[in-house]
């Protein structure tokens, strides 16, 4: 792990996301963020995009990870374990991380041999996470999903989704399944990693827990599943997730 230069003032315990430290930063940093967001108040999602919000959470971290509460300093333990398990791993592949946040994704996914763009709705994010990585092959971009690049459409070998679902209001990951399934190149692949609910079971949010249906919404989009795993918490995983491998038709 390679800190923000800009977080010198914090110790190595202070970065430990294990660490009581981090921890206590965290919890107070989600209730300062909570209050912030309209969605938290009354389910009411002027800005769909919630865009204000991620870059109030930005802006308010102070460069410590701590106070983003996606920010781990490590890839999601069900990418990380994904991509280990890759028999011939993602080399020349061309790859897409959406939503990338401080980079940890993007950075497992070019270990292990993808030639990899990343992007992310705030430049703060695409800022930080160029300062940590310094030395990396990345391509970090700042973009909003809805509004890429006419050039990215049917340009990936592997598209990778990690959380951005479920931080989208309900009515839009239709959307959202539909613009992702146009970026990958024909016979390409969709990982998606997201909190799991039941269909029946109440939404309240944000994030907001995908339902089983979100795949029958995804094989409407063009994308089949080839992979579903319905998994339940862990040590690692506090909460039921699902991790779904989809194929574009060729």
């Not at 923000?4 to 202070?14: G, I, K, M, Y």
């Not at 909003?144 to 690049?149: A, D, K, R, S």
Request: charged residues 25%; proline residues 8%.
């Amino acid at each position: 792990m390679t800190s923000n230069p800009n977080s010198s003032n914090l110790s190595a315990s202070d970065l430990d996301p294990a660490s009581p430290e981090f921890a206590e930063r965290r919890a107070a940093a989600r209730k300062k963020l909570d209050a912030l967001d309209p969605a938290m108040q009354d389910g009411t999602v002027a800005d769909p995009l919630r865009r204000d919000w991620f870059e109030s959470v930005y802006r308010l971290a102070e460069n410590d990870p701590a106070r983003v509460p996606w920010a781990n300093l490590s890839a999601h333990p069900l990418t990380r374990a994904w991509t280990l398990g890759q028999v011939r791993g993602l080399t020349g592949l061309k790859v897409l991380d959406v939503g990338c946040g401080l980079g940890d994704n993007a950075e497992c996914l070019a270990a292990a041999g993808a030639e990899v763009v990343a992007f992310d709705l705030v430049a703060e994010a695409i800022s930080w996470a160029k300062q940590r990585f310094p030395a990396s092959k990345v391509d970090y971009q700042v973009a909003e999903l809805f509004t890429l690049p006419p050039k990215w459409q049917g340009s990936f070998d592997f598209v990778h989704e990690c959380y951005t679902l479920q931080a989208l209001s309900v009515a839009l990951v239709p959307k959202a399944l539909g613009v992702l399934a146009q970026l990958l190149a024909p016979g390409g692949h969709l990982l998606v990693v997201a909190r799991g609910r039941g269909e029946d079971d109440d939404v309240s949010g944000p994030p907001w827990p995908l339902p089983p249906s979100f795949i029958d919404e995804a094989k409407r989009q063009g994308l089949t599943p080839v992979m579903i795993e319905d998994i339940s918490a862990t040590a690692e995983v506090a909460r039921r997730h699902w991790r779904v491998l989809f194929r574009r038709a060729s």
